[in-house]
């Protein structure tokens, strides 16, 4: 692919447009002015510009029935159709932000400019009705390439789109080394951690937290677990959704991590673990597709069998009992993380998929 000039990304979060850069977002939730967006400012030599797009419109209502209802952004591709033709390449983040644009596109035939999607969902969350996965194939007869995350997704594609499996790429998630750093990351309170605003195991977690033998830490949970638990059992505090600087902070004070995440064969759980483990966090976490990709048991993380509420109690027993193993896989989770997976990484291999994957058929018009 001939380098792009400008890049219409469009992304399923609200995105904040600053002239400067806060210091209360992760670079994923801002667009600064006069800065490369995200992961792209990693990529020096690169003569880009991106234009981003997020989920928001100017309807509340609209925005409410497109993400409860729809489970896809219709709004989102509809504002910017009659200008592709000003972009060199288009990147959707998540097939609800990609598959009406896809649509429309192959129903008329139009493939400039070429079409990525990162997918972080099996595309339609790995649903198997046929009506939905025939919408979909037909979608993707004008994406040119799509990048996962979770190689596990790659037998979806397999079995349901086989036309893209050449066009697809495996490329793992890293975060932002620079702003989950080791400093300052000694347990400060006697708590563990858990943090999941959607697609936890709250049950298990609670569970095994009951069963752990006593004196123990208490458990911070960041995402309300209540509407799924009922009341907590003493020495677990649920809040909900906190700033980002809190929970760096409540990350760093923590003894260790536990995330109880269920077993779809798709992208969960990656951003807050790999943030953790960037903080030389040791890290208890299910066993899952999602996870088996990024983590070495007993080495960088630990894991437990998804839903075991036995086999959890006792991984968080170990490391109660064992501080120091606990500050060991920490530190070799900091070391993965600066090795493997971290935002300049990402970019990189985001960037040769693209490149591999996306050929510019004619010149963009000017």
Request: glycine letters at 8%; a positive charge.
């Amino acid at each position: 692919m001939s380098k792009p000039g400008r890049i219409l990304m469009f992304v399923g979060w609200k995105v904040k447009k600053c002239n400067d850069i806060p210091t209360d977002l992760q670079p994923p939730d801002y667009d600064c002015k006069g800065k490369l967006y995200w992961f792209f400012r990693h990529l020096p030599g690169e003569e880009i510009e991106v234009d981003v797009v997020d989920n928001s419109c100017a309807l509340g209502l609209w925005e409410l029935f497109e993400k409860k209802t729809l489970h896809l952004y219709l709004w989102q591709g509809l504002r910017k159709l009659r200008r592709l033709k000003n972009y060199d390449l288009i990147i959707s983040h998540g097939a609800q932000s990609a598959v009406v644009l896809a649509f429309l596109r192959s129903l008329i035939g139009v493939r400039f400019p070429p079409h990525i999607i990162i997918d972080i969902g099996s595309l339609n969350g790995g649903r198997k009705k046929k009506g939905e996965l025939a919408l979909f194939r037909l979608a993707m007869k004008s994406v040119d390439g799509i990048i996962y995350h979770v190689k596990q997704q790659k037998l979806h594609y397999q079995k349901y789109f086989p036309d893209i499996v050449k066009k697809s790429r495996f490329v793992p998630f890293g975060p932002d080394l620079d702003l989950f750093s080791i400093n300052k990351c000694e347990p400060n309170e006697d708590y563990l951690l858990s943090i999941g605003y959607a697609k936890r195991d709250w049950k298990t977690l609670i569970s095994a937290y009951e069963r752990l033998s006593s004196p123990k830490p208490g458990l911070r949970i960041l995402g309300d677990s209540r509407p799924i638990c009922g009341s907590l059992p003493k020495g677990v505090n649920a809040t909900g959704k906190v700033s980002f600087i809190d929970m760096k902070g409540q990350i760093a004070g923590a003894r260790f991590i536990v995330i109880p995440l269920p077993s779809p064969r798709y992208a969960v759980g990656q951003m807050t673990v790999l943030q953790s483990m960037a903080m030389g966090k040791a890290v208890i976490v299910s066993r899952v597709p999602s996870m088996i990709d990024y983590v070495t048991d007993y080495h960088d993380a630990l894991f437990y069998t998804p839903a075991d509420v036995n086999d959890l109690r006792d991984k968080m027993e170990l490391l109660i009992r064992n501080p120091g193993m606990a500050k060991g896989i920490g530190y070799n989770a900091r070391i993965t993380i600066e090795r493997k997976f971290n935002e300049p990484v990402m970019a990189k291999q985001i960037w040769e998929a693209i490149s591999e994957m996306a050929v510019v058929p004619v010149p963009r018009e000017k």
